[in-house]
């Protein structure tokens, strides 16, 4: 019951407090969004088992603490082995509960789990640099202190990648954690966990509470245990979240949501740009990052829609495990079914539907054909919105200054993609632009050690690099006088 075999992985769906398994009187269903298939029965937390697993994780906080950064480095290491000794079997387990594309989680997904234990690992032991400064002949010396027990709440687009994004800091830095992974693709957190223990993760510094937002979630954000919340997800659940943090004055981190523009200059490899754009359907658009608003130059927007709209049209949708796959399902029917709406409320309120535009009826179950909007009224729901689907909107632009203006006005500001001729053209550009990350003539591109995060309501902090420690870390000032000492 509490045990199911997938991908050649035994996988125990009980929640993990204290290096025990804990089963609750609930379990819910963790479907395949590939067939509709029922992988397992979950444990279905609430705030009993919340509170189990932060008095487990702040008992485990001293030690923890001071191991020190090495001690800590060699246990995160030992972890990655074993993330990439089951690498082929975690791919299959990820794919199976989420429906992403087997071969980007083979060798691109599980890969960077394992870099992200490894990269935090490494940074707070070589990277995290003490600065000591004067002041007057005094000695400032700052230092990142471990903070407690962090909350870490994930969504179901990329789990462990998410997670461990989180995960890798947070224990590096010396917090214990607490993670609540989304309740549509529970597993591959589970299964962590019993690589954690492996790897000898003392039992309290990871534990897993698995169940819904509006009870686990809920539950967990407003404990007054816990020193720190990381999210990554929504924009509504980020401000439920801001309201229970409030009460205890815990920071927060927040990486949301975006309706990134990807800019095409008249001067632009219309090659390039056309690559670009497509690749904005990856993982089924279900992509925090993805520029979904096409902002074309009036001189070559319809050269660029026809080659656009050819070439997206040759993307072959399907089982996410076939090798030649390139677009899979959407997580779950709630999910087409509100992409769905999205795409009828444009046409409803005089948008064009240039291709696409609902599901694939040949293939059935989740697949939800790649889609562009023409057309859309300046400051409609499908120019505004975050659909978070396959569903890309076209607008043309006459001068650089209408491109920024148009890329800017939206409540969001996440990332920006511009694929530009010319390099001075390209800085007057992103100059302008408000977001976390803009990719010039490229997309995707990420380096750990880079900040991470979103603009306006795409989030609140940043990550990567020291970003983390700052977050995950009490840092501190301390003052060394010149006088007082007697040795
Ligand atoms: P979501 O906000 O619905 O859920 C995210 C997580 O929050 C889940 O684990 C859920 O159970 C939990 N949750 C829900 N209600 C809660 C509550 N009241 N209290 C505490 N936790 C609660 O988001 P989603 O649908 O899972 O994910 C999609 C969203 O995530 C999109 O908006 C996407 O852009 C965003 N996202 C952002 C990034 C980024 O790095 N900026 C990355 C991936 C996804």
Redesign the pocket.
């Known amino acids: 019951m509490h045990q199911v075999t997938l991908a050649g992985l035994t996988v125990d769906t009980r929640h993990v407090i204290g290096g025990e398994r804990v089963a609750s009187t609930e379990t819910f269903e963790s479907v395949s969004p590939i067939d509709g298939a029922t992988l397992a029965h979950v444990a279905r937390g609430g705030s009993a088992e919340v509170n189990r697993a932060v008095e487990a994780a702040r008992a485990a906080f001293p030690a923890w603490r001071d191991l020190g950064a090495e001690g800590r480095r060699e246990i995160l290491h030992r972890l990655a082995d074993l993330v990439e000794r089951d690498l082929e079997q975690l791919a299959n387990l990820e794919t199976l509960d989420n429906g992403s594309l087997l071969r980007s989680h083979r060798r691109g997904v599980m890969p960077r789990v394992a870099m992200n234990l490894r990269f935090f690992a490494d940074w707070a032991v070589e990277k995290l640099h003490h600065p000591v400064w004067q002041t007057r002949g005094h000695d400032n010396v700052v230092s990142w202190d471990p903070s407690g027990v962090a909350a870490l709440?994930?969504?179901?687009?990329?789990p462990l990648m998410?997670a461990t994004w989180k995960i890798g800091p947070a224990l590096a830095a010396g917090d214990t954690v607490v993670l609540?992974?989304?309740?549509w693709t529970p597993l591959s957190a589970s299964y962590f966990a019993d690589l954690a223990d492996e790897a000898g993760v003392p039992a309290g510094v990871f534990n897993v509470v698995q169940g819904?937002?509006?009870e686990a979630?809920?539950a967990?954000?407003a404990h007054p245990g816990i020193a720190r919340i990381s999210?990554?997800?929504?924009?509504p659940?980020a401000k439920?979240?801001a309201r229970s943090a409030a009460d205890n004055l815990t920071p927060v981190s927040f990486?949301?949501?975006?309706k990134s523009p990807l800019i095409v200059t008249d001067d632009a490899d219309l090659d390039l740009a056309v690559e670009l754009a497509v690749e904005q359907y990856d993982n089924a658009g279900q992509v925090?990052l993805s520029g979904t608003r096409l902002l074309v130059h009036e001189n070559i927007a319809e050269a660029f829609q026809a080659r656009f709209a050819e070439k997206a049209q040759q993307l072959r949708q399907g089982d996410p495990r076939e090798e030649a796959t390139q677009i899979g399902p959407q997580i779950h029917r709630v999910h087409l079914e509100r992409i769905q709406g999205f795409v009828e409320r444009a046409t409803a309120d005089g948008a064009r539907v240039v291709i696409g535009g609902g599901p694939n009826d040949e293939l059935g179950g989740l697949y939800f054909r790649p889609t562009l909007i023409a057309d859309a009224k300046p400051g409609s729901e499908i120019l505004t919105a975050?659909v978070?689907g396959p569903v890309l909107a076209v607008q043309t632009f006459a001068s650089d200054d209408d491109a920024v203006e148009l890329a800017n006005n939206t409540e969001f500001g996440?990332a920006a993609v511009v694929v530009c001729g010319n390099r001075e053209r390209a800085e007057r550009l992103t100059k302008n632009l408000v977001a976390g990350t803009i990719w010039v003539n490229c997309f995707f591109v990420r380096d750990l050690a880079a900040p991470f995060g979103?603009s306006k309501k795409?989030?609140i902090g940043r990550e990567g690099g020291t970003w983390s420690f700052d977050f995950y870390a009490d840092v501190k000032n301390t003052v060394y006088a010149p006088t007082g000492w007697k040795d």
């Open positions: 709440i994930t969504p179901w687009n990329a998410l609540k992974p989304a309740e819904f937002g509006a979630g809920a967990l954000v999210f990554t997800g929504s924009v659940t439920a979240i990486e949301l949501g975006g925090c975050e978070f996440l979103g795409s989030g």
